[in-house]
């Protein structure tokens, strides 16, 4: 059974660059008839908030990308408290009492003679005796992970390939602050052994700490997951922008993208795949693999989405989005209108065509022509071929053709220059308000 999961923060709102995660998590899991779990990643009670993680739930469920379970972190502690103890036990795990600004000092001093920063584990060497005099101090600990030197570090990432890292050059990472609250880094590790998860899938800004988080895995005698980093998402202009850091589901909707059309493009770019038009986004699972994933950012461009989202919508079924189309508008009114779309919000502007007379000036030469369209649309047959059989009779009666024939006609239907298929059209406006525009535009 393929467990993912998708673990943001909730101390902001998703931007496309998370919903991209969550995406491929969902994608996964779904492609294996898996399950995709949500957990909140709320340790940081301070920059965490309720207003966040309700926003994220409904985010998620706007996109159709729907959890089958969801946890916080900060119901779980009990968990962590436990499994720290046996890390403790195992000696694993180490108190340290350098203040911020003495590890900054340590660090500075490295810089200055070309080393990289890493903790020097002074730590690990005090006595019993000095530890009591921190405590008598009232000094209390923050705790480190303590890394395995002997053992190397390597998986076989789905994207990237086989990854190592020397644990040597890599500081024992600090799992837990001096007020007993834990940093990201243990408790993901001890929730996903405990929710089964069998791939993590996320952005390549995680590479190093899966390699602390393997050693933790091991620490703590669970097999590690599967792990898939991929590359980060960048702007059109090629940089990682902060415009796409605050571009979210509700930037989405304001624009009037589709989840599906997000869908789309966040499940295509950066793979070898091309972005295709779908209506349904399980259309995506089958193709969809780690293997098709290349290592250069991919690429997020508003405007290919905004294109991507007129084709979907000119494909949509009226079911798909009936109920957020006008009162009285049926599926031949939406078939009609849907290729003149760039967003469903606009359909309300063509249904006011449909059924709202225009308000249109004519040119005196075209009134006597549009007295004889009105006769002739009276007296016709009203079937799907209305548009066809009046202009037939037109040009044969008049000798119009081309512009002269159908500009007025349009005109005085629709008050618009340009839109929807005439032949689409008519029949939607009907017999009654077609007559009655044509005489009105005849004067
Ligand atoms: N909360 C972490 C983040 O948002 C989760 C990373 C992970 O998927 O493990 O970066």
Known sequence: MIVTRFAPSPTGRLHVGNIRTALHNWMWSRKWGGRFLLRLDDTDVERSTAENAEAIQTDLAWLGLSPDDAVRQSDRFALYEARFEELRGGGHVYPCYESAEELELKRKI???????????????????????AFEAEGRRPHWRFKLDHDSSIHWDDLIRGVQHLDPKLLSDPVIRRADGSWLYMLPSVIDDIDMGVTHVVRGEDHVTNTGLQLQMFAALGAPA?????????????????????????????????????????????????????????????DSFDFARFGRAPARFDLDELKALNARILHMLP???????????MDEAGWEAIRPNLSTVDEAADWWAVVVDAPDTAIADEDRAY?????????GADWNDGIWK???????????????????????????REHGPDMNALLPLIGRERAVERLKAAAG
């Open 110 to 132: 490295l810089a200055g003679r070309g080393l990289p920063p890493i903790y020097d584990r002074a730590a690990l060497a005090l006595s019993d005796a000095e530890r009591a």
């Open 225 to 285: 997951p599967a792990f898939a980093h991929e590359a980060l998402l960048v702007g059109s202009e090629g940089k990682l922008s902060k415009r796409l850091g605050s571009l979210g589901c509700d930037a989405f909707r304001d624009e009037g993208i589709e989840p599906v059309a997000l869908i789309a493009l966040l499940a295509r770019i950066g793979t070898s795949l091309p972005v295709e038009p779908v209506t349904v986004p399980e259309t995506l699972l």
């Open 318 to 328: 009226y079911g798909a989005v009936a109920d957020r189309l006008p009162a009285g």
């Open 370 to 378: 549009l007295a004889q369209a009105a006769a002739i649309a009276d």
């Open 389 to 415: 059989a009046l202009t037939g009779a037109l040009a044969a009666e008049t000798g119009r053709k081309g512009k002269p024939l159908f500009l007025p006609l349009r005109l005085a239907l629709t008050g």
